[in-house]
T-cell receptor
Framework: ETGVTQTPRHLVMGMTNKKSLKCEQH?????MYWYKQSAKKPLELMFV???????ENNSVPSRFSPECPNSSHLFLHLHTLQPEDSALYLC???????????FGPGTRLTVT | EDQVTQSPEALRLQEGESSSLNCSYT??????LFWYRQDPGKGPEFLFT???AGEEKEKERLKATLTKKESFLHITAPKPEDSATYLC???????????FGTGTRLQVFP
């Protein structure tokens, strides 16, 4: 596999479920990001990890919990979500925090 | 407050009809201005990075330019396959964050 991969591509979950999104980058990058993309809104940065250390938490509710076990993998753990959390969740990586970011295909999340 | 504004929100062009997309930014100490292309249901695809006013970059029918307040993405003789949403983002020196605009949805008709 090349680039940035995300699984699953689609996820439907109830408000009481717990699920996790996975991201893997095959680019040898050192920074990884989670974004939320909702219709008619700009991309919203959620979390940044730089060399496995979390450097940014953009006031994200605690029902979203990130995990970065190494520079190639990033997870987003989800629990007790709300319907307004339905969106496209994008993972990205960059060589350095100030470099251009490369995005994965996203996970389309629907909360029922 | 750092901000990025893109215009127009949507643009319909006839094949071969050249035009420009605008990205206005307000960022304290710009370290880079980034352009992306996003197709429906996919993640953004990186196009260009511009670092300083006066810089230009080209790729096929696309040319990006940068001034101290805005960036333009010029599309020359577009084809239907250029149809996509084009996003710009600005990064400042004192942050790892990129501030994204809401994008311009481009449709090119044959």
């Amino acid at each position: 596999e090349t680039g940035v991969t995300q699984t699953p591509r689609h996820l439907v979950m109830g408000m009481t479920n717990k699920k996790s999104l996975k991201c893997e980058q095959h680019l040898g990058h050192n920074a990884m990001y989670w974004y939320k993309q909702s219709a008619k809104k700009p991309l919203e940065l959620m979390f940044v990890y730089n060399f496995k250390e979390q450097t940014e938490n953009n006031s994200v509710p605690s029902r979203f919990s990130p995990e970065c076990p190494n520079s190639s993998h990033l997870f987003l753990h989800l629990h007790t979500l709300q319907p307004e959390d339905s969106a496209l969740y994008l993972c990205a990586s960059s060589l350095l925090a100030e470099s251009e970011q490369y995005f994965g295909p996203g996970t389309r999340l629907t909360v029922t | 407050e750092d901000q990025v504004t893109q215009s127009p929100e949507a643009l319909r062009l006839q094949e071969g009809e050249s035009s420009s997309l605008n990205c206005s930014y307000t960022v304290s100490g710009l370290r880079g201005l980034f352009w992306y292309r996003q197709d429906p249901g996919k993640g953004p695809e990186f196009l260009f990075t511009l670092y300083s006013a006066g810089e230009e970059k080209e790729k096929e029918r696309l040319k990006a330019t940068l001034t101290k307040k805005e960036s333009f993405l010029h599309i020359t003789a577009p084809k239907p396959e250029d149809s996509a949403t084009y996003l710009c983002a600005a990064g400042g020196y004192n942050t790892d964050k990129l501030i994204f605009g809401t994008g311009t949805r481009l449709q090119v008709f044959p």
